[in-house]
Structures are given as structure tokens and as C-alpha cells.
């Protein structure tokens, strides 16, 4: 998986490419907890449009990024999640836990 | 994290055996390159084996693993949805294994066994059947059992996947080896007509 990171005052869009895996997932979380809890960024976007398939660790590793961003007061938004990756949101009954929308301009603007 | 043994890794290769079917049976080479089993077509009553993979419990092994799965799904005449489904339990299933049964050490024997079985009623079709086999630490009562989804906490997931995917969810130990059976089945009927 390749994460690259684009940012901006107060938020930091990471474009997440490839699969979100057990072989994979600790890369995304180390970079998420980075951003949440050491350098306290108030708003986290993570692009999903160039990933193709989430297993239940990469889930798990976004719920520690929540409850981190939560305890922060800060946001984890994500967006353009494909069918598989909502499949997998909705099968976790996370789909309204988490801040999910359609495209960057929507979570931009939210 | 590294597990205790991780610096064997390096040394051990993923090895995919991969059972070819005949074209009549509209089946093509899952994998070119692969090695095939040198043994005969297996047929054990309603089932033929379709593809049988012998891996090593690296991490690297899942997103092979899913793409075999994918193409097997497909070609049993799954549809996309309920491909996704499939791959999607067999990858919760073998990192299960890597990471439950083995403690996240490398190079340790697991074997995926798919076959084609027969549905037996009428609402059924055809299926698939996937065995995971593997040597590893038995599982515990509380492992099996998954977790309320109402509770907001990483982990515990991949079982409540598994048994979401699939029609058949069972596990068996026996002689100190791990035996996961998963099957789904085609649906003849469509579901909004069961009642």
C-alpha cells in the first residue's frame, strides 16, 4: 500500500493506494495515530478512491484512529469509498459511526 | 509488529499449487506459472476439487490468496456480490490463521482446499466449498464466538465477516491440526420469494 499525504492549515488529506490488509494495515495506522495524537491535527481526510479492498484490521485501525480523534477533539473524515470498502462499513455497522462522503469536495467542504 | 521468528521469513517462499481443471469443465489456469499437484482429479462423492494452494503464514500471502479466490468465485458462477463475499471471508479466515494460530509467525504450513459441491435442494445450487487447513494454536471458546457490533472497539470482526459471507462456518480440530470449512452455495430462488 503507498500513502502519500497532501497538506494545508489544520488538515492533512492522505491518498491511500493499494489494499488495506493485515499486511498493510499497521503502515495506515502508525500514519493515522501520527497525525491524530502526536502532532494533534484537528482534521484527518482519508482518500479512498485508489483502494480496492479493506479487511477487518484495516477497520480496526480506523476505529483506534476514531476513538484517538475522538479523545483529541479533532475529525477523521473519509471519503470515495467503493462498493467493497462500504460493503465492509456497513457490514461493521460503522457506516454512521464514521464521517464518510462521496467525493474530496464534499468532505472539504463539511 | 515483528513476530519472534521473523527474520526466517526472508528465507521462505510463498509455494501456490494450483489444480487445473479440464477446459471442458470451463475451468482455465488460475495461476500461469504455478505449480500444478501431481495427483489425480480428486472426486469424494458431490465434491471436485477445483484448486488446492499451499502457502506459508506471510501476511504476503492474502492478497494471492484473494485473487485466486476471486477468479474461482467467478467462474462457479457467483455474482459480483457474492464474490466479494467469499474473498472476503477466505481473507479474514487466513489471517485468522497467520495471526491467531500461528502468533503472527512466518513460514508455517496452511493449505486452502476449494471444491465444487452439490446445493441438494431445490433452493440450493451448486456451492463451494473452502477448507483451511493449518497447524497452529487452537482457537479459543471466546474467539469463536465474535462480539456485539454495537460496541465501538477494534478487532473481533473477521468471524462476524466469515458467517455474513458464507453458508457453512465450521471449525474442527483435530490431531493437532486446524480444519475450517466454509461453504456457500448459489441461490436457485431469489431471496425476496423465500419466505
Known sequence: VQIAARSSDGLIIL??????????SPQMRKLLMSEIKEKGTPKVFLNFTHVR???????????????????????????ALNKNVYEVMQLSRLQKIFEIYETEEQALTS | VAGPCRKHRTDERL???????EARNGFAEIAPGTRSVQRPEQEQGEQKLVLRMELRSDPSALSVV?????RVAELLGFTAEETRAIVRAVDEALANVIEHAYEGQGGLPIAVTCSRVRGGDAKRGEGLEVVLEDEGNAAEA????????????????????MRSAMDQVE????????????VKYRHLIPAHSCK
Not at chain 1, 480496526?60 to 471519503?79: H, T
Request: net charge positive; aromatic share 4%.
Open chain 1, 15 to 24: 491518498d491511500i493506494t493499494g489494499d488495506i490488509d493485515l499486511a498493510h
Open chain 2, 142 to 161: 471466546s474467539e469463536l464466538k465474535g462480539r456485539d457490533l454495537e460496541e465501538l472497539r477494534p478487532g473481533g470482526l473477521g468471524l462476524h465477516f
Open chain 1, 53 to 79: 479492498y479493506i479487511d477487518s484490521s484495516g477497520i480496526a485501525s480506523l476505529v483506534e484512529g476514531l476513538k484517538a480523534s475522538r479523545d483529541k477533539g479533532s475529525r477523521l473524515i473519509l471519503y
Open chain 2, 66 to 70: 484473494r485473487g485466486a479466490m476471486e
Open chain 2, 171 to 182: 471449525f474442527t480440530r483435530n490431531g493437532g491440526k486446524n480444519r475450517l470449512r466454509l
Open chain 2, 15 to 21: 509455494r501456490m499449487s494450483v489444480k487445473r481443471k
